[in-house]
């Protein structure tokens, strides 16, 4: 077989591979389940509950978890969490065969594929943090920034396929066949990335309690102005502006356009970010970073808000696409944030604290969707979002000017 090219050195080049397939599978999982669970319920507070049952495990475990991450062997931790994964996805494709599914009932199937859902909190509470702080183990510190751009690109090429795969799986064959799909990812990105060796732990204190480790990486989270902001500023905007809780509504009752629409749909964001982190690889920010992030939190509430109103998918893609290439930009400059101003030994316990402002904002965000638009309606709720997000990022232009002023 040919060897792939190399990517700044070898093993980073083995862990963008094992975490494209990775995170392909990874963001497959979502598109299968909501489909599936609002096909089992008809019910938006479902899809809500679904992104609340992850978010639960990962909050509780987070900050210990970042203990442990700074304290383990990285790289096997990230095997174990690999294997861990592979085990539930084998498990959700049990879960949603049809004769097993008709066999227990609509809301047993339901109550399971969150019980699933719920395992895969449990594990992101710890291979998220790993794999952030492991990437700064295998390149130098000269490379680094160059390393996490093209990392991030990876991430959101495998969060643009797995969508679009996983809505083209549904539709044309089930649920179960998706997921051996996904199973075949997973045991793909673990074959890659048992190649990469063993690394120093970065922090080992002996004995020191947890809590003592949990408090240092608060205490310089809250001490770093920067960064305490963007992750604020972008935890917020998630929180309230995201609307992919609602998108099997969309694309099922007010689009019409099916499962493999629901994929694109699902897909448009991550290809905005995708445009913009290449772009801004190639043409990085040199200015006023604060600003171009106060800026593109308020163009992602106008596009939420664009979206709510369409009825025409092309629209409703193309706006979902252009709130990707602002959040893009976010990402970017947070990232940067992450990479220049955090020390090796306290990268897990930081990056698990970002975890609990921004990743698990994403499935709060989430219930936060389900639960309005049940109460009040699907396109009043993710307007309402919109409206927030764009609200938020005008009261820190005013507010914050010490994140409106940033450079670096």
């Not at 594929?113 to 000269?142: D, E, K, M």
């Amino acid at each position: 077989m040919k060897a792939l090219p190399t990517i700044i050195n070898r093993e980073f080049t083995l862990f963008i591979t094992a975490r494209v397939f990775f995170i392909a599978g990874l963001k497959m999982t979502p598109v299968i389940l909501g489909w599936q669970l609002y096909e089992l319920t008809g019910s938006k507070l479902a899809l809500g509950i679904l992104g609340l049952s992850e978010v639960i495990p990962a909050i509780l475990l987070a900050l210990p978890a970042g203990v442990r991450v700074d304290r383990s062997n990285k790289r096997n931790l990230i095997m174990w969490c690999y294997v861990l994964y592979f085990l539930v996805m084998i498990y959700l494709g049990i879960i949603t065969y049809k004769p097993i599914t008709h066999s227990m009932g609509n809301a047993i199937a339901a109550f399971l594929i969150c019980f699933g859902v719920f395992l895969t909190g449990i594990i992101r509470a710890y291979s998220s943090p790993a794999l952030n702080a492991f990437l700064a183990q295998l390149v130098t510190q000269a490379e680094l920034v160059r390393a996490a751009s093209i990392n991030t690109m990876t991430w959101l090429f495998a969060s643009v396929v797995g969508p679009m795969l996983a809505g083209f799986l549904i539709g044309f064959t089930s649920a179960t066949w998706s997921f051996v799909v996904v199973c075949t990812l997973m045991a793909a990105a673990l074959l890659i990335f048992r190649n990469i060796k063993e690394k120093p732990i970065s922090w080992n204190k002996g004995k020191a309690r947890t809590w003592d480790g949990v408090k240092e990486g608060l205490d310089f989270v809250f001490s770093q102005k920067a960064l305490l902001g963007a992750i604020s500023l972008d935890m917020f905007a998630v929180l309230f502006g995201g609307a992919v809780a609602l998108l099997p509504v969309f694309a099922k009752d007010i689009l019409a356009v099916g499962p493999q629409g629901f994929g694109l749909l699902m897909s448009a964001t991550y290809m905005g970010n995708f445009i913009a982190i290449a772009y801004l690889t190639f043409k990085p920010l040199l200015k006023a970073q604060g600003k171009l992030l106060i800026y593109s939190v308020g163009g992602f509430g106008l596009c939420i808000l664009v979206f709510a109103l369409s009825r025409n998918f092309i629209l409703s893609f193309s706006v979902l696409l252009l709130s990707g290439i602002f959040d893009g930009v976010s990402v970017i400059i947070r990232a940067t944030i992450f990479q220049l101003f955090v020390p090796d030994e306290m990268r897990g316990r930081v990056s698990s604290v970002n975890s609990i402002f921004v990743n698990s904002s994403n499935e709060l965000g989430q219930f936060e969707s389900g639960l309005t638009a049940s109460l009040m309606g699907t396109v009043p709720a993710v307007i309402m979002g919109g409206s927030i997000t764009l609200l938020i990022s005008i009261y820190t232009w005013f507010k914050l000017p010490t994140l409106r002023k940033f450079e670096w």
